[in-house]
């Protein structure tokens, strides 16, 4: 059972950055894709980003592309969700997941979750 925990989270300004880390609880981290996703009030939960264990070029949405990043450091069990250029329409809930897939993008593929991270965005 792998155990997630974002942080990271806040208010910022539009045009602002933020980073938000997610600390894994299992030693062997590195052999799982890890994604993050969000969820807006009112909205259902969308797919973010995501990093997979195998390496490669890191999967975006669109509405991303540019202005995130995704990264993991395995010694420490964490990968990060580095977002600039921030806008108010990136306010929600961010969350932290995990699956042994290779690449995953769907909810339905992750079988691991953390508890999320609020990102408020000010206009």
């Known amino acids: 059972q792998v155990q997630l925990v974002e942080s990271g989270g806040g208010l910022v300004q539009a045009g602002g950055s933020l980073r938000l880390s997610c600390a894994a609880s299992?030693?062997?981290?590195?052999?799982?894709?890890v994604g993050w996703f969000r969820q807006a009030p009112g909205k259902e939960r969308e797919f973010v980003a995501a990093?997979?264990?195998?390496?490669?070029?890191?999967d975006f949405a669109d509405s991303m592309k540019g202005r995130f990043t995704i990264s993991r450091d395995n010694a420490k069990n964490t990968v990060y969700l580095q977002m600039s250029g921030l806008k108010p329409e990136d306010t929600a809930v961010y969350y932290c997941?995990?699956?042994?897939?290779?690449?995953?993008?769907?909810?339905?593929?992750?079988?691991?979750w953390g508890q999320g991270t609020q990102v408020t965005v000010s206009s």
């Open positions: 990093l997979s264990w195998s390496g490669g070029t890191p």
């Open positions: 299992e030693r062997t981290f590195s052999l799982y894709t």
């Open positions: 997941t995990a699956t042994a897939r290779r690449w995953a993008r769907s909810i339905r593929e992750y079988d691991y």
